[in-house]
Each structure stands twice: as C-alpha cells, then as structure tokens.
C-alpha cells in the first residue's frame, strides 16, 4: 500500500512533536520545561466559556453556515473595525478551524503549483509547509539579526520575481518577537504596490501582545485602506483569549476570495464547532475582556523581560528585546554555535 507523494514534500509540525514530546516527559514524572508550542498558561476567561457551555445546553449543536454565524461574523467586523481600523462586511469573513486553517485555507485558494511565496525568517515553521501543501514555493527571506530580524524593503525586492504570488508577514512575530513600526510596513508595501498581482498575507494573531511601546497596525490599513483589496487578514481567539485548544481562526479578505475560501472549506470542515460561534461573539464585543487581555499581557511582558535578562546574562548570549508576541530569538549565541560544533566533531568522529 502507498501513501500519496504530497507528503514526502512537508514536515511534520515541529511545535506539535516537540509539545507532544514534553507531554510524554512530564507524564513519566520528569520535569521539564516545554518550548513547543506557543500556549497562554492562563485559562480561558469565564464568560467565553459560558457562552459556549449555554449554547451547548441550548442545543446550538447543528449545522451552521460554512463560514460562521451572522452574529460571529458581524462581531468580527465590528472588532475589526474598532481595534483595526478596517472596514469589513460580514460577506467578506469567514470563520476556520483555528488561525493554521485560516491561513491554509487561504494559501489553498489562492496559490497554483510554482507560484513563490515570500517568507521572512524566522518565520513560524507551518508557513513553508502549508506552502508546499497548496502547491507553491516557499522563498525564505532572512531577516538580519543586527535589524530585530526585520526584513528590509531592499531584502524584499530582490526576493520578487515574476512568479511571486504572496508574501507573508506576521507582525508581532513568531518567533522573532519583533514587531513591525507602521512607516517599515509602509515601506515594505511601497515594495509591493507596483507587483499588482502579489498578494500580502498578514498574520496578526499576536496583535494584542505588544510591548516596549509598540503600536499595533494592520497591514490592510495601509495607504488609508487601499491595500484591503489584497490583503488576507488572518487572525484567531487562540492566543490573545488563551483559547488555542478551541480552534478559532478567522480571515478577512476581498468577498471573492471568501467565497473561494467558502468553497474549498465547504468540501473539508464545513462550520467550526457550531456552540463555539456564541464564544467568538462574547469574546469581540464583552467590553470586561479588554482586562482579561490585559492581565494577561502584562503577565507575559513581565516574563519576557526576565528571560531577556536571563538569557544575555549567559556569555556569549545575546538577545534583543521583545516588542512582541511571547517567543525570544537569540540574535547571537557563542554557547550554541560551539555546541553546534562540538556536535558536528563528535557526529564526524562517529562516521
Ligand atoms: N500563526 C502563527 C504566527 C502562530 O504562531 C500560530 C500558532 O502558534 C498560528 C498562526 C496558528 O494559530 P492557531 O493555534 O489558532 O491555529
């Protein structure tokens, strides 16, 4: 029996073998500290879990359309334009089974085979993979450890070449923990404008984990909202309402690529858990989950400046700041390029 060749293109999902992994060490009594996947510790606040649990007794458990509830996706459009400034209809939203689906679902209808997809690095490891999944080639950018790993316009433009279909940005990073000022994404977008058939895919699931100042800014923004037209806005409940396990995601997008999106997923998942909808609508619009955010952002603020701390107290580690999301990358660390070295000697001597 034979499995099909799409698979020998794909890694499996690092994060969830190395959280599966931990998971296993933990049960056995060990203790260990797990930096898989990126998992708010703090547990769902209240009344989303109530609004879930009442659905749920109310007997909200049928069909429901493929791309959420009236009210999820007008509260979605609401929150998007009071957070984001952006101006969506409910038509032009569609709930997904977490912000990976979001954002597959979105490379599935909108990538043909060959078509290039520009990554910044570090990037969250799915991203190559869902490439390669919906067809296209992944095209790594790297950002410079010297500028926060941003990438720059100039670094950009060298990647474009006529096959280049999207390109991604994910601003505050996972897991570069850098986010991106306005005027650098206005000036990645300057980049991008004259290539009228790149689309930018922006993954701004960690726009509520901002800090050291930082401002959150939605790339459709851009340009007093002329860039809405090509840009796939994915977002999920995952992180910022510590509710990953739920699986919520959400993309707002032009009305056609939602019902393209729409299509596909109607042959795949259909609607997410349909007593979950009640949850999204309690999550965007009860104004006493703005403290819940709050308690919670402050709580990974603090930890991160500690582990930034931590880790350029050890020689010959250094690490930037981080200005967002909950993820640290050392810029530059003498421990583990000698480990590297001392490894590949000793894996050398083995052959
Ligand atoms: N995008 C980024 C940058 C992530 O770090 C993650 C998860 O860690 C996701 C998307 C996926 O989010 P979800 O758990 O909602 O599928």
Redesign the pocket.
């Known amino acids: 029996m034979q499995l099909a060749h799409r698979l020998d293109a794909i890694a499996e999902s690092i994060?969830l073998a190395v959280t599966a992994r931990a998971n296993a060490l933990k049960k056995q009594g060990i203790d260990v500290v797990s930096f898989g996947?990126?998992e708010p510790d703090f547990d769902t606040p209240l009344p989303i879990k109530e609004a879930a649990i009442k659905a749920l007794l109310a007997g909200k458990t049928k069909y429901e359309p493929t791309t959420g509830t009236p009210e999820a996706r007008k509260a979605i459009c609401d929150k998007l334009a009071r957070f984001n400034k952006l101006d969506y209809k409910p038509e032009e939203i569609i709930v997904s089974v977490?912000?990976?689906?979001s954002?597959y679902v979105s490379f599935m209808a909108v990538l043909n085979p060959g078509d290039e997809v520009i990554i910044p690095a570090p990037y969250?490891v799915s991203y190559p993979e869902m490439v390669k999944l919906a067809g296209g080639v992944p095209v790594i950018v790297r950002g410079d450890p010297a500028k926060d790993f941003k990438i720059t316009p100039q670094q950009l433009s060298a990647a474009i070449t006529a096959k280049t279909k999207m390109v991604i940005i994910?601003s505050p990073s996972?897991p570069g923990g850098h986010t991106y000022h306005p005027a650098e994404l206005a000036a990645l977008a300057d980049v991008i404008a004259p290539h009228a058939n790149i689309w930018v895919c922006s993954?701004e699931?960690y726009e509520r984990l901002l800090y050291a100042g930082q401002q959150s800014c939605s790339w459709a923004a851009l340009n007093f909202g002329l860039w809405k037209d090509r840009t796939i806005t994915c977002n999920?409940l995952?992180k910022t309402y510590a509710m990953?396990g739920w699986r919520i995601?959400y993309t707002a997008g032009p009305k056609m690529l939602i019902d393209a999106m729409n299509k596909l997923q109607g042959q795949m998942t259909s609607n997410i858990t349909s007593f979950c909808m009640p949850a999204i609508v309690e999550a965007l619009t009860n104004p006493a989950m703005e403290t819940e955010i709050q308690t919670m952002r402050d709580a990974f603020e603090k930890r991160g400046q500690r582990m930034w701390q931590l880790l350029n107290s050890i020689p010959g580690m250094s690490c930037a700041r981080p200005t967002g999301a909950f993820l640290h990358v050392p810029q530059h660390c003498q421990v583990a390029r000698q480990a590297a070295v001392k490894n590949r000697r000793n894996r050398q001597r083995c052959h």
């Open positions: 994060t996947a990126g977490g912000g990976k689906h954002l969250w994910n996972n993954d699931i999920c995952s990953t995601g």
